[in-house]
């Protein structure tokens, strides 16, 4: 069995970041999947299906590549949260954070075309938030990085200052869990090593 391409279909740099330091360089084709046509109460069962969905509508550009397709949110007390809208959406959302915890649900998807097989799995990680003041809450959201989070906030960037501790896997919540990641690919047949540059 040859070894496919390997294709992300993120348009997420965070993502990106995570493949290339375990020596994947993946080509990266953004879904551009319109994710508000899935609406789903049930947070793994949510980024489970988007993440499929975002695979397919990559997947269809290829005849043999391995796709993988993923999708975060965040719970807390029961609610999801994605991608904040705007600045007083993010400010809100940390407000209601701070001093709390919240389980990051991440949805993968990988798609061999060549062995036409799809695997769809769901990590969780728990991440607990400092508590924080106001002046704080608003100086973080200001830094535009929750922006462009789902959950509001980047474990690798200034968001890690408000994170006390993680029970679970670290770079899931960066937004692909890569110790799941190896296991797909070995239940695909394949060696996490066959695809190190």
Avoid at 17 to 26: C, D, K, M, S, Y
Avoid at 50 to 61: G, M, N, P
Avoid at 107 to 112: E, F, S, W
Wanted: hydrophobic share 45%.
């Amino acid at each position: 069995m040859g070894i496919p391409t390997f294709v992300l279909a993120s348009a997420s740099p965070a993502r990106l970041r995570l493949l290339q330091t375990v020596g994947i360089e993946p080509i990266v084709k953004p879904s551009d999947f319109d994710e508000s046509q899935i609406q789903l109460t049930d947070p793994a069962q949510l980024v489970q299906t988007l993440a499929q969905h975002k695979a397919e509508t990559v997947a269809s550009q290829f005849e043999s590549a391995l796709i993988m397709g993923c999708d975060s949110v965040l719970a807390v007390n029961g609610e999801i949260h994605g991608k904040p809208v705007d600045a007083s959406e993010a400010i809100a959302r940390w407000q209601g954070m701070q001093g709390n915890f919240g389980d990051l649900y991440t949805g993968h998807v990988l798609i061999d075309l060549s062995q036409n097989r799809t695997i769809v799995k769901c990590q969780v990680t728990r991440v607990y938030f400092a508590a924080m003041s106001d002046r704080a809450i608003k100086a973080y959201v200001a830094t535009g990085e929750p922006l462009k989070c789902a959950g509001a906030f980047a474990l690798e960037g200034f968001g890690s200052l408000f994170v006390e501790k993680i029970a679970g896997c670290h770079s899931n919540v960066i937004g692909l869990s890569l110790p799941l990641l190896r296991q797909m690919l070995a239940e695909l047949g394949y060696d996490v090593t066959d695809f190190w540059q």
